[in-house]
């Protein structure tokens, strides 16, 4: 994956989220699939690669960000993604609704030691920065999720393992049921899944 300053660098934890969505969503039947702030497009476009059935639609709110995923999926041949600029579901029309809703958003709570690391140094802080404990962005996807899902549809979240029984607590008040999480390759909590029942 091409980045700039303007995305993240894809990491291994991300590797997670896209393997959990994989191994659970094996149907080939074509899924209407929102990821909301696409940075790069390693998600957006890696599943565009795995599950070219897909109808998956990507945002982000930074317009040269959406460029680098756009180039990403050209270049890498993932040619079925719709691409939106917007901040989170702000970018969709509310009569929309999807089978999966994933994201890997900002979650690093400002002050963190993890912002001082020379691998962050060059990235963009809005993509990971995220409130007092990091929960900003996730709270907003989480209690709009239910608006956006079909019934019986997903919401997939990376998040730091800290964070995962205020997520499962957010996901059960805002109408959705919590599924459990996948760990990570060093066996930290990285993935909460939940799911709206309509």
């Known amino acids: 994956f091409y ?3 303007d995305t993240l660098v894809p990491r291994p934890d991300t590797e997670c989220l896209v393997e959990a969505v994989l191994t659970r969503w094996q149907a080939p039947r074509s899924l209407r699939v929102l990821e909301l702030g ?6 957006a476009v890696t599943l565009g690669k795995y599950r070219p059935g897909w109808n998956i639609v990507a945002t ?6 959406l460029s680098v ?3 990403n999926a050209r270049r890498l041949g993932a040619v079925s993604i719709q691409w939106k ?16 809703i994933i994201s890997n958003p900002p979650y690093i709570e400002e002050g ?3 912002l001082q690391d020379v691998g962050v140094k060059y990235e963009p802080r809005q993509a990971l920065v995220s409130g007092k404990e990091g929960l900003n962005a996730l709270t907003v996807i989480i209690e709009k999720a239910h608006q956006y899902l079909n019934p019986g549809g997903s ?3 990376e998040s730091a393992p800290f964070q995962i029984n205020k997520i499962s607590e957010l996901m059960v008040q805002s109408n959705l049921v ?4 996948e760990q990570d390759l060093s066996g930290h909590d990285r993935v909460s899944i939940g799911q709206y029942l309509g």
């Open 3 to 5: 980045v700039t300053p």
């Open 155 to 157: 919401l997939v979240l």
């Open 85 to 100: 600029l917007g901040d989170w579901y702000d970018a969709i029309d509310p009569d929309q609704r999807f089978d999966l």
């Open 60 to 65: 982000d709110i930074c317009e040269k960000a």
């Open 69 to 71: 995923a756009q180039e």
């Open 112 to 114: 963190a030691d993890a």
């Open 178 to 181: 919590y599924h459990g999480v």
């Open 38 to 43: 696409v940075g790069s497009g390693a998600i």
